[in-house]
Every structure is written in C-alpha cells, then in structure tokens.
C-alpha cells in the first residue's frame, strides 16, 4: 500500500539554525500538509498545499516557516532560524481530496529536538 | 470554529472486549469529515475510519466502527475484540469539506489493552 515517507526520522539542531524537513507523499494525492505535535499534547495543523501554492495556514505558521514543492515528488517544511519551542514531531501528510472528502494519510513523522 | 472534544484521558480494556471511544464536535458547517487515528507508542499516526456529515449508514473498518449520532454532534469509536496491539492512543479528528483543508484533533484518548 502507498505510503507518506518523512526524512529524517529524528533531527537534531542547534538554536538558530535552520532545518529541512522532507516528505515524500503519495504520489497521485494533490493536498498536502505539515502538522506537529509537541510532546505530550494534541496534533496542531501547520500549513496545507495544493496546486503548488499554500492553500491554509495556522498562526503558528509564522515567517520563521516555508514549505516547498521542488519537483514532481518532494514536499519540504523550512524552519529559518529554529528555536527551543520548535522542538517537537513533525507530520506531513497528503490526501486525494480536500479537507473533510477524503482521509489524509500520515508519514511516520520527523523528531525535530532543538538544543 | 471547529472544535473536538475527548473526554476519556485513558482506558483499560481486556482482551477480545470492546472499547467506545468518546468524541463530540462542534461545527457550524453543514458538511463535515470525522477521523479516528490512531498513534502507537512509537509515534506514526495511522487512518482508522472516516464518516462524511452525508453518510446515511454509520462506518465500518474491520474491527473498528464509527457510532455516529448527528444530531448530538457525537462520533464515537468502537473497537471490537482488543487485541494487544490495540494499545495505543487514539485521536478523532475533523475537517470541515468545503472552504477547509486541516484537520483539527482531540486531545486523544491512551487505550490500554490488558491480557
């Protein structure tokens, strides 16, 4: 069965320095999103995709973030100049369909950890 | 605003038993999607069920079932015969379909399945 793919599966950064996150997403979905979930609370939406431009974003999805459809298969989340509260999992996700339609299928996420 | 409520923080079940899950909602869109993931210990969120605000018959997967009561904005989880496996938490999720692309979750619920 087709799968979300995230690299790296655990990242870790200094204060200040800017991040990459990678996501592979299913390759015939059109929608796709950035979630994270810090440790021990509930998933937040970050920023959703489509047709090569931002679609929604949350308010936590500030300037400090941006995401990027480089070519035909990759899906990246920047982070510019991260900071201790960025510590968190990162999901990425795609779906066929928009918002409520269809379900979003999830990658197995990437720790992101910020000393 | 979307809002999702879960009001059990944790359960116990014994193996082969069934387990409800609670989830409430609140929308004021007429056309909705409802998610259950789940997230075991080692952190990917995996698409259990979805029901669309339209559906006439509640949703089945295996063993798992959406008990959905509209009209009380109820979307209850049913796990049949716990497994071991079935340990994890739970998260119910929802998208309004039109205008909207995130998924906004619940606190989530931690199942414990015992022997």
Known sequence: EPEVTQTPSHQVTQMGQ?????CVPISNHLYFYWYRQIL?????????????????????????????RPDGSNFTLKIRSTKLED????FCASSGGQGGTQ???????????IL | AQ??????PGMFVQEKEAVTLDCTYDTSDPSYGLFWYKQPSSG????????????????????????????????NLV???????????????????????????GAGTTVTVRA
């Open chain 1, 40 to 68: 021990g609370q509930k998933v937040e939406f970050l920023v959703s995709f489509y047709n090569n431009e931002i679609s929604e974003k949350s308010e936590i999805f500030d300037d400090q973030f941006s995401v990027e």
């Open chain 1, 87 to 90: 510590s968190a999992m990162y």
């Open chain 2, 3 to 8: 809002k999702i409520t879960q009001t059990q």
């Open chain 1, 103 to 113: 379900p979003q299928h999830f990658g197995d996420g990437t720790r992101l950890s």
């Open chain 2, 44 to 75: 990917e969120m995996i698409f259990l069920i979805y029901q669309g605000s339209y559906d006439q018959q509640n949703a089945t997967e295996g063993r798992y079932s959406l008990n959905f009561q509209k009209a009380r904005k109820s979307a």
């Open chain 2, 79 to 105: 796990i049949s015969a716990s497994q071991l496996g079935d340990s994890a938490m739970y998260f119910c999720a929802m998208s309004a379909s039109i205008n909207d692309y995130k998924l906004s979750f």
């Open chain 1, 18 to 22: 800017e991040v990459i996150l990678r």
